[in-house]
């Protein structure tokens, strides 16, 4: 089995300043990981995904994220935050092999303000 | 685009009713999930299908059974709803493609409050 550990339930930033948001997986077996937004009364959508190759990860809005084998992390980071980037993020993990299932973390609220 | 659909965004039940929460997929996908979304625990995996007619327990699966009669359409089913299951659930399709990871895609949720 498979666990997600995100470290922070919330971050508040301001506008224009970089930003962090932490992940750290466990797994017995090889996984995938992915980076997940959630806007306000909204689904989700997947930001970014790591499943092979270069470990440094670019996904949509800006937003990159870097797999950390022998930390078993991947951080979600961006240069400069807007107030638009507002919302709860999510790190999941599914093994490689086996049903596509995901398991999140308990989520992250980014707080943008001005 | 992919659109996944759900029957309700907001739907209000009483203890003991049978809830049924609808999900439609357009894009002939053959996985399908239900997850649950509480705060401070995340998402949940509650039940998923990878075929019609086919149903797999995930994490959580004790109070729901799920229907899937035909591809596209996959159904939460609360056979006696209790207030432990106010809650927003989150449907997602995926297709299957072997040797890969394929994403899934998510409906816009249905948040359900139980009297």
């Known amino acids: 089995a498979q666990s997600v550990t995100q470290l922070d339930s919330q971050v508040p930033v301001f506008e224009e300043a970089p930003v962090e948001l932490r992940c750290n997986y466990s797994?017995?077996?090889?996984?995938?990981l992915f980076w997940y937004v959630q806007y306000p009364n909204q689904g989700l959508q997947l930001l970014l995904k790591y499943l092979s190759g270069s470990t440094l990860v670019k996904g949509i809005n800006g937003f990159e994220a870097e797999f950390n084998k022998s930390q078993t992390s991947f951080h979600l980071r961006k240069p400069s935050v807007h107030i638009s980037d507002t919302a709860e993020y999510f790190c999941?993990?599914?093994?490689?092999?086996?049903?596509?299932?995901?398991?999140f973390g308990k989520g992250t609220m980014l707080l943008v303000s001005p | 685009d992919v659109k996944v659909t759900q029957s309700s965004r907001y739907l209000v039940k009483r203890t003991g009713e049978k809830v049924f929460l609808e999900c439609v997929q357009d894009?002939?996908?053959?996985?399908m999930f239900w997850y649950r979304q509480d705060p401070g625990l995340g998402l949940r995996l509650i039940y998923f299908s990878y075929d019609v007619k086919m149903k797999e327990k995930g994490d959580i699966p004790e109070g729901y059974s799920v229907s899937r009669e035909k591809k596209e359409r996959f159904s939460l089913i609360l056979e006696s709803a209790s207030t432990n299951q106010t809650s927003m659930y989150l449907c997602?399709?995926?297709?299957?493609?072997?040797?890969?990871?394929?994403?899934?895609?998510f409906g816009p949720g249905t948040r359900l409050t139980v009297l």
């Open positions: 999941a993990v599914t093994m490689v092999s086996g049903y596509s299932t995901l398991t």
């Open positions: 997602a399709s995926s297709i299957t493609t072997s040797g890969t990871y394929n994403e899934q895609f």
């Open positions: 894009m002939d996908h053959e996985n």
């Open positions: 797994s017995s077996v090889s996984v995938y």
